[in-house]
């Protein structure tokens, strides 16, 4: 098998900031930077990496190249202004011929110059278009866009207010400050953006790691166990932990049974990054390079395909899009994530299947015991199935998987039909702002892409004109118009399935019921074998209803069939409004795909927080 192609991998983006002019350490730097190279491939071995840098000095030029040959990453030169246009650039010197042979391995560059042109407006860019100020912008463009920053400090100290000492504040802060930031769309309440930043000291032969924002501050500001004061509280907290603690060892011994009884493989990598809240988030966007790598390793990339068309439908060959370089990557991660969502969709559905099924099997065994005692030990060993099933879910993250692919997947559709709209809008600016922890790992891979996708107004195919809004209207609104008109119906139809099969179960319950009482009645308690099969019979048939109703609840068939309907009347609502053409069709369509991100935020957050479990009645 032919192994899958970077464009189906979301990228790290690492960041390159050093002292300007040639660098007086090329022999030491090598030293200190290849180690942690090694590190960041061990611990993330399955994604691909993108070093960005202004190469604007001999330190930056020096480690850019080591993560080009050590990282395999690609480069993307970001300068301060075209290239060939840069005056202060040395005539000569070993920095001078480094610059230009990186920028020529550089797979592109990005014309910054021409960004703070678009993004500021004529009045603003004439008082940035000064080269300190665009180093700045430049600083912070490298700053928002990098998780990991490689950051070499000064010999002197005369670093402590230039681009480097900038750029750590701002990681360290977890934002760019509204004044360099050009993230136009940039939103005051998201969650801090956590980073790495490594930091080398070439003078003093020494490397540090740092995960940024740091934990202290939630730590400290964490509030307590609330409502007791005095020697009861404290015995109460004490207990508190004393049993949280057991609990969590308990669970840590069963994951470790679990491991080990399916003999999972670990990585069997030492030299890597210790665990953070850094590391975990990366951690799922290389968990997401690994899944994609397998799936097509295993079922080749026909799916990809079929998924690409299904996104593009009959445009599948327009030049319009699949001349664009951007649009292309956009569709590739899409259909990675869509064709991976189905995939663990499908595992969950049958997992969720096999444990109603198992539970019901229970519970009519448990009903059954007082005709064999055999029963019991049938009954014992379904219950381990069960939670054996319950934990597979959990310790494999089968459903996370599917709901967390699901949502990465209609954010980068949103974000492919803004870019072929020609809307300058970031999805990673609305979308999961809010929410703190692991899911910030899709915001993270959404941003990751823009570094690979950005446009500086360099000449070529610009999206955007009639054909493209056509396009966007045919294939976004009036697809997704038909697709949730199409999908609700079934849902109903299933709700309304496990609904009449609960409230027969209700009925029939009480018909026997109503049978048992009037055979006591008329017949007696002397026979006791009809008295147990009429108590074995209310069993099955009220374990059949609790199944039913479970599995309901856990399928979210009402929840769905109601966002379903909702979704239809907000790509309805923008259908009518793109034929009346009172309203610019960019503000429609901006306004349906942060309909869509907030409407995915809350699917996402709301099958989160109702995992898988064993069932109980």
């Not at 050590?70 to 202004?81: E, F, K, N, S």
């Not at 395909?305 to 569709?331: M, P, W």
């Not at 319950?390 to 209609?410: G, H, N, Q, W």
């Not at 379903?564 to 907000?570: D, E, F």
């Amino acid at each position: 098998m032919q192994p899958v192609s970077e464009d189906y991998m979301i990228p790290i983006v690492v960041g390159v900031s050093g002292r300007k002019g040639d660098s007086p350490d090329d022999e030491r730097i090598p030293a200190l930077v290849v180690p942690e190279m090694t590190r960041l491939r061990n611990t993330f071995p399955h994604s691909p990496f993108v070093v960005i840098s202004s190469l604007s000095g001999g330190d930056e030029c020096s480690i850019a190249r080591l993560a080009v040959e050590h990282l395999g990453a690609r480069l993307i030169a970001v300068l301060p202004c075209p290239s060939g246009q840069d005056k202060n650039a040395p005539p000569d010197g070993k920095y001078a011929k480094d610059f230009g042979e990186l920028l020529g391995r550089a797979e592109s560059s990005i014309d910054l110059s021409s960004l703070m042109r678009s993004k500021l407006g004529g009045t603003r860019y004439g008082a940035a278009e000064d080269r300190a100020t665009a180093g700045i912008f430049t600083a912070a463009f490298i700053a928002e866009h990098s998780e990991i920053l490689f950051a070499v400090s000064s010999e002197d100290g005369a670093e402590e207010q230039g681009s480097t000492a900038r750029m750590i504040n701002w990681m360290r802060e977890g934002s760019i400050t509204r004044e360099y930031s050009l993230r136009a769309n940039m939103s005051g309440l998201d969650t801090l953006d956590r980073s790495m930043i490594i930091m080398i000291d070439p003078v003093g032969l020494r490397t540090s790691v740092e995960s940024v924002p740091s934990d202290e501050e939630s730590a400290r500001t964490n509030p307590g166990s609330g409502g007791q004061s005095g020697l009861p509280g404290a015995v109460s907290r004490s207990a508190s932990r004393k049993l949280h603690g057991l609990l969590q060892s308990a669970s840590n011994l069963l994951d470790k049974l679990y491991d080990s009884f399916f003999n999972r493989p670990g990585e069997g990598i030492t030299d890597g990054y210790e665990k953070s809240p850094f590391t975990a988030v990366m951690e799922r966007i290389d968990g997401f390079n690994s899944d994609i790598g397998i799936y097509v390793d295993r079922y080749g990339d026909k799916d990809l395909v079929r998924s690409k068309q299904y996104l593009l439908q009959n445009e599948s060959d327009n030049e319009l899009i699949t001349g664009d370089g951007a649009l292309r990557k956009i569709i590739c991660l899409y259909s990675a994530s869509d064709v991976l969502s189905q995939f663990y969709q499908k595992k969950t559905a049958s997992l969720i299947s096999w444990i109603y099924i198992l539970f019901f099997i229970a519970v009519v065994l448990y009903g059954l015991i007082d005709w064999s005692s055999y029963l019991v030990l049938c009954y014992i060993a379904l219950i381990p199935a069960i939670a054996l099933l319950v934990k597979m879910t959990s310790r494999d993250r089968i459903e996370d998987r599917f709901l967390d692919y699901r949502a990465l997947a209609e954010g980068l559709r949103v974000q492919f039909f803004w870019t072929l709209s020609g809307i300058d809008e970031n999805v990673s600016s609305h979308y999961l702002s809010k929410y703190e922890g692991l899911l910030t790992w899709i915001r993270k891979a959404v941003r990751s892409i823009e570094i690979v996708t950005v446009r500086t107004g360099s000449p070529g195919y610009a999206p955007g004109d009639d054909k493209c809004l056509d396009i966007t209207r045919k294939l976004w609104i009036e697809s997704q118009l038909g697709y949730f008109s199409t999908k609700k119906r079934p849902l109903l139809a299933r709700s309304r399935q496990f609904g009449n099969i609960m409230f027969l179960s209700f009925v029939l319950t009480l018909l026997v019921a109503l049978v048992y009482g009037m055979y006591v009645l008329f017949a007696g308690v002397g026979n006791s074998e009809a008295i147990n099969n009429f108590q074995i019979l209310l069993g099955v048939i009220a374990a059949v209803g609790v199944a039913a109703q479970a599995y309901k609840n856990k399928r979210a068939y009402d929840e769905l069939e109601r966002r379903y309907s909702l979704a239809q009347q907000t790509y309805a609502s923008a259908k009518r409004e793109l034929e009346i053409g009172s309203v610019a069709p960019e503000k429609v369509l901006i306004a349906v795909g942060r309909e869509a991100l907030l409407e995915n935020s809350d699917w996402l957050w709301t099958h989160r927080n109702v995992p898988i479990e064993v069932p109980k009645g």
